[in-house]
């Protein structure tokens, strides 16, 4: 059964969590599975949990802490978010995942971290049994005709209108 490329976008909550379901879904199943989180440190809870608890899934975290300014993009986010490109093509090459969640990758290619030219190259010569799940809001639409499944997570309602912050164990 060939592998598909599957993308999670939108304003709406629920990305990262889909995809991370997803990744348990295919450990139960027996699969080998990669997680690279782009724009993302290890002080997340589920970069901790994977950690800990399910050291079969391989994860790995690029992101510099800070929130990225997209008008004044860092020399160091640059650079981060290139370790989270060649990391991306070495499991590309790897050959050895079955499953590859691309955590918030849209957004690293809206913010010109990535170019998108060279991950739809990942994508045109994939290994046929790679599943690739790909995150982030503002997905490009070069990236939604390569992908075989498209989510939309549309907010309808959101608590940080009302002024709560961000959770930990809910939002990161």
């Not at 809870?45 to 690029?62: G, Q, R, T, V, Y």
Request: glycine share 8%; aromatic share 8%.
């Amino acid at each position: 059964m060939p592998g598909m490329i599957q993308i999670y976008t939108g304003n709406g909550k629920g990305k990262t969590t889909a995809a991370l379901g997803l990744a348990l879904r295919a450990l139960g199943a027996g699969k080998n599975i990669c997680v690279i989180q782009f724009l993302k440190t290890e002080n997340t809870c589920e970069f901790k949990c994977i950690k800990k608890n399910l050291p079969m899934i391989k994860i790995k975290c690029f992101g510099s802490g800070k929130f990225i300014n997209k008008n004044n993009i860092s020399q160091k986010e640059k650079g981060i978010a290139r370790k989270a490109f060649l990391e991306t093509k070495k499991a590309f090459e790897s050959n050895k995942y079955d499953l590859l969640v691309l955590d918030e990758l849209n957004l690293a290619i809206y913010f010109r971290l990535i170019e998108l030219n060279e991950i739809i190259g990942l994508l045109e010569n994939k290994p046929k049994k790679l599943e690739v799940v790909i995150t982030g809001r503002y997905a490009p639409k070069e990236l939604l005709k390569k992908a075989d499944l498209v989510t939309e997570m549309k907010e309808k309602k959101h608590y940080f209108k009302k002024g709560i912050k961000a959770r930990k164990g809910i939002e990161y």
